[in-house]
């Protein structure tokens, strides 16, 4: 059976981040800061300025874990208890559920439940209840 770490201190120092981050590209830009919709105009921008803002974020991103590295001397155990198969699913999925919910969960969870916008609530409310069924799914249906 799979056991999740309880890591509240990470988590909140995490969520404050996201969210410092959200409000600053609100303030600065009027960007609502969703992951997916960042990639996508970054991949077809509408201008130069457009992708130059993206490009610094996508770059955060990936340098992040640079970032963690040189602040603990390490990185994360991170155990992925499925197949690569099943991740790409998973994956294909969420890209699917992306693109028929009009955002992705920082988009909707974080910047639009903040709105108090109700796509963005009804959005993360199915997010989170199909997250709920496929979890039970996965772990006590089919047992991975």
């Known amino acids: ?24 590209l609100m303030w600065v830009r009027g960007n609502v800061f969703g992951a997916t919709g960042i990639l996508a105009g970054f991949l077809q921008p509408s201008s130069s300025t457009d992708w130059s803002w993206r490009a610094v974020i996508l770059a955060g991103m990936l340098t992040g874990p640079l970032v963690f590295l040189a ?11 499925v197949s690569t198969l099943s991740m790409i699913i998973g994956g294909l999925i969420v890209g699917v559920g992306v693109t028929y919910g009009s955002g992705c969960t920082s988009g909707h969870g974080v910047c639009g439940m903040a709105r108090f916008s109700t796509r963005s609530i009804v959005a993360t409310l199915t997010f989170m209840a199909g997250t709920a069924v496929m979890v039970f799914l996965t772990r006590h249906v089919v047992g991975l």
């Open 71 to 81: 602040a603990t001397g390490g990185f994360p155990t991170i155990e992925v208890p």
């Open 1 to 24: 059976m799979i056991e999740t770490e309880f890591t509240p201190w990470a988590s909140a120092i995490g969520g404050a981040l996201i969210g410092l981050a959200s409000v600053f």
